[in-house]
């Protein structure tokens, strides 16, 4: 008995296929997007501070996999009750 073997044509052709990871999730404003948002935050299970845009960049360095952007302080605490506003920087 022979048997066959199927093989798939990356294979065939002398390479062997890469499989890409599949994008991140983008950023999520409420309300807003990355350039009019006013307050950030990392949705991240460990994160404990908010930032202002007007008052502190470090908001830039959140990954965008899991940053938060919003028009209001009030809205982002109601999504996020236990943040903390991040010092100027």
Request: with cysteine; hydrophobic share 35%.
């Amino acid at each position: 008995m022979v048997v066959h073997l199927v093989v798939g044509a990356s294979l065939i052709a002398g390479g062997i296929g890469t499989v890409s990871a599949p994008p991140a999730q983008a950023f999520t404003g409420h309300h807003c997007s990355v350039s009019t948002c006013q307050y950030f935050t990392s949705s991240y299970s460990t994160a404990i501070y908010f930032y202002d845009r007007t008052t502190c960049s470090q908001w830039k360095s959140l990954s965008r996999t899991y940053l938060q952007g919003f028009r209001t302080k009030a809205a982002l605490l109601n999504r996020f009750p236990d943040r903390r506003l991040h010092k100027p920087c």
